[in-house]
């Protein structure tokens, strides 16, 4: 009875080790690390003449001694060296005319600097015959549909909505082409006035803007 007893109570002390014992388990713990998120760019640079690609070019187009009768060509080569790709480009124009004659002459010389050639890539922008068709800034109504458009008529006009865009990381370049004329049939009181017009090239990413 006695050895019985002693047994017992020796496997009630075992389980009660086990029951009170901890035990050891492996893991193993990995991360994914370096993940960035970041927004990519749509940057446009432009080209001339003279000029590499840069943010902005001056004097593509310059003739400080137009007689009547003289023209005047340049172009502006856009491209886009950001990671995006865009949708599509606007143009807008600005003129500032200076007037060296006489205080009381008030001809403008930009009503006879004539527009004579200009496209945007494969685009002939002189030949767009329907209204509306680069958001509601139609160059022949500009022009009062006579055909001869100068650049007083461009000044605060913005050619909207041209899909043949400068392709992401440089390449493809999209050109801008430009001819003006002085009118041969101006008048001397034009002599010595000059207009200087800057050219804004917008580079959009949504159909939408």
Same mark, same amino acid.
């Given at each position: 009875?006695k050895? *019985?007893l002693?047994? #017992?109570i020796? *496997?009630?002390l075992?389980?009660?080790?086990?029951?009170?014992? #901890?035990? +050891?388990y492996?893991?193993?713990t990995?991360?994914?690390s370096?993940n960035?998120?970041?927004?990519?760019t749509l940057?446009?640079?432009l080209?001339?003449?003279?000029?590499p690609?840069?943010?902005?070019?001056?004097?593509?187009w310059? =003739?400080t001694?137009?007689?009547?009768?003289?023209?005047?060509s340049?172009?502006?080569?856009l491209? =886009?060296?950001?990671?995006?790709a865009a949708d599509?480009v %606007?143009?807008?124009?600005? @003129?500032? !005319?200076? @007037?060296?004659? #006489?205080a009381?002459?008030d001809?403008? *010389?930009?009503d006879?600097?004539? !527009?004579?050639a200009?496209?945007?890539g494969?685009?002939?922008l002189l030949?767009?015959? #329907?209204?509306?068709?680069?958001? @509601?800034?139609?160059? %022949? +109504?500009?022009s009062?549909?006579?055909?001869?458009?100068t650049?007083?008529e461009?000044?605060?006009?913005?050619?909207?909505d041209?899909?043949e865009v400068?392709? +992401?990381?440089?390449?493809?370049? !999209?050109?801008?082409?430009?001819t !003006? %004329?002085?009118?041969? +049939?101006t008048g001397?009181g =034009?002599q010595?006035?000059?207009?200087?017009?800057? *050219?804004?090239?917008t580079?959009?990413?949504d159909?939408?803007?």
């Amino acid at each position: 009875m006695k050895k *019985i007893l002693g047994l #017992t109570i020796a *496997i009630v002390l075992i389980i009660g080790a086990v029951a009170g014992a #901890t035990w +050891a388990y492996f893991s193993d713990t990995e991360a994914s690390s370096d993940n960035v998120f970041a927004a990519g760019t749509l940057t446009l640079q432009l080209s001339d003449n003279d000029e590499p690609y840069q943010d902005g070019v001056t004097a593509s187009w310059s =003739n400080t001694n137009m007689a009547p009768g003289d023209d005047c060509s340049g172009w502006v080569d856009l491209k =886009n060296v950001g990671s995006l790709a865009a949708d599509h480009v %606007e143009i807008s124009f600005a @003129n500032t !005319v200076t @007037n060296n004659v #006489t205080a009381g002459d008030d001809t403008d *010389i930009s009503d006879s600097m004539k !527009v004579t050639a200009m496209s945007y890539g494969t685009t002939d922008l002189l030949a767009q015959t #329907t209204p509306g068709t680069f958001d @509601n800034t139609y160059i %022949e +109504a500009a022009s009062g549909g006579d055909g001869a458009l100068t650049l007083n008529e461009l000044n605060g006009i913005t050619i909207d909505d041209l899909t043949e865009v400068p392709g +992401a990381n440089g390449a493809p370049v !999209v050109r801008f082409a430009m001819t !003006v %004329e002085l009118d041969s +049939a101006t008048g001397d009181g =034009n002599q010595g006035d000059s207009v200087t017009t800057v *050219i804004t090239f917008t580079l959009n990413q949504d159909v939408s803007q």
